[in-house]
């Protein structure tokens, strides 16, 4: 929704802005893991063309063809998203911290 419909309907009546009551009604400890997520899923994202060129080739039984370069890019997801969500190998606090640091002692 652009700023101008946002803007439209806060002057009509008796109209209420839910989106931004939800993100008013959140705790502090769900914005905080929410933003512990940020980090993971970049990870898993940074992770996922590492963990794709560690699979066997596209010439194997299993990841050969169409189908096997589909699964293989599915596959190499789930298991950098999986390796982030486990401990990860620090991109994750790095991002995090840096995300901190940007917020300042106030949050």
């Keep these: 929704m652009s700023e101008a419909a946002r803007t439209a309907d806060r002057a009509v009546p008796g109209h209420v802005d839910f989106a931004h009551a939800i993100r008013a009604a959140?705790?502090?400890?769900?914005?905080?893991?929410?933003?512990?997520?940020?980090?993971?899923?970049?990870?898993?994202?940074?992770?996922?063309?590492?963990?794709?060129?560690?699979?066997?080739?596209?010439?194997?039984?299993?990841?050969?063809?169409?189908?096997g370069k589909l699964w293989r890019g599915v596959f190499a997801q789930h298991l950098a998203s999986e390796v982030a969500a486990s401990g990860g190998i620090g991109i994750a606090d790095i991002i995090n911290s840096m995300l901190d640091e940007q917020k300042g002692p106030a949050s």
């Design 26 to 67: 959140k705790p502090a400890a769900a914005r905080a893991l929410e933003a512990k997520s940020v980090g993971r899923e970049f990870e898993a994202v940074a992770l996922t063309d590492f963990v794709e060129h560690m699979l066997p080739d596209d010439e194997s039984i299993v990841w050969g063809g169409q189908a």
